[in-house]
């Protein structure tokens, strides 16, 4: 493994090659930075897998900020790099709008069925505070993936990174640090997995003058300077970890208890054609008639109704269950009840519905006893005062558990 090369003439040759328009991140270091980089257990096991078998697996799990194109393209430079034998499958799992909810259900198709990792990098820090996650939610949420991937491969090295939004900046730069970030480091810790605190870095380094997030980084979605800083991070993490000879990886340890009985680790898709219709119907290749979509979410299969009483029914054997939905402008008011019990009302319109069908994780009932329920839903002829109609696009059902 080659580790001579400079970080920064490291990072030039990577944008060079990556991402030509990104300019150079020749920062310095900053007393405390080290504190952002918590190693916990380390790297030493994806390390072992690239230089013995010449075969590695590598994911990015996110939003928005992992979909574009930037620090992963460059992270995934830096890993050829450095194991230049090493033939590299990179899987960029990042989906526009998507929270630590939707990747803990989307994590075994989207992830694990692509091939299993010897290397994770998972960020959510950034959608869960824009889709207003509960801290039981982002709880549930990380701590599903995090048990979800070690239960594939108790290998697997993790990173959980928490990148740049204002407000998180802004809670930084008050003395405290943000409600979602404590979160997914309790989760972190209690799953000894490294995490790296971009937010709080970017914070530290504004505030010593290095840059500005106005002529520099521009938005939470990164420019190419933003990208290359948290590549120049990631590189940095590599460097402190994989230095001297690979050593054997401790002995295997048992998952410890959950954080949160209730966690998403079981999350999973359950296909729509696992529903009984009761009026509604699969558009194979559905597309609303306005407003703007994600890709994954236009164009492909789609469980669909748009009148009062069109539903569903579907039996699972698990712990929670609910809908991953296009919230557009035209979603309306459901109506959903658990083994016979009492109707409950859920509003699926979003506070970004008006202008997009957004792709939307939305957990029904979460805190069931784990065993055989039957979920009955119907779409009612009520909607939000701002919404435009009563209907409902599913593009997976979500179970905490399985169906049979």
Known sequence: MNTTMPLCAALLTLCAAAAPAAPPVPLPDLPGLEQDSVVRSGLTNCRRVFERTKVGRVAYLGGSITEMGGWKEL??????????????SFNHAGIGSIDSTGHAF????????????????????????????????RIRGMEGIVRQALAANPRMDIVLMHFAEPRHTADYAAGRAPEIIVDHEQVA????????????????????GQFTWAADFR????????????????ARLFDRVWTGAAVEPPALALLPARLDPFSYDQGCFVPIERAERQGMVIDPAWKPERGGTRGGF??????????SGDGFRLRFVGRGVGLFIAAGHDTGIVEFRLDGGAWTERDTFTPWSDGLHLPWALPLAT????????????????????????????RNLLVNGHVE
């Not at 970017?202 to 010593?208: D, E, G, L, S, Y």
């Not at 938005?219 to 990631?234: M, N, R, V």
């Open 219 to 234: 938005d939470l979605h990164p420019s190419p300077f933003g990208h290359a800083l948290y590549a120049a991070t990631i």
């Open 106 to 137: 989307r994590f075994g198709t989207d992830v694990l069925a692509r091939g299993v990792p010897d290397l994770l990098f998972v960020e959510a820090a950034v959608n869960d505070l824009h889709n207003m996650r509960s801290h039981t939610e």
């Open 298 to 307: 236009v164009g492909v299969p789609m469980l669909v109704g748009d009148k």
């Open 189 to 208: 810790a209690h799953y000894r997995v490294t995490s790296l605190n971009l937010a709080h870095e970017v914070q530290r380094r504004m505030a010593a």
């Open 367 to 394: 805190e069931l006893t784990d065993g055989p329920h039957t979920l009955e839903l119907r779409l009612t002829d009520r909607h939000h005062p701002k919404g435009t109609g009563t209907a409902l696009h599913i």
């Open 75 to 88: 992270v995934d430079a830096d890993l050829t790099r450095r194991f230049p034998d090493t033939r590299f």
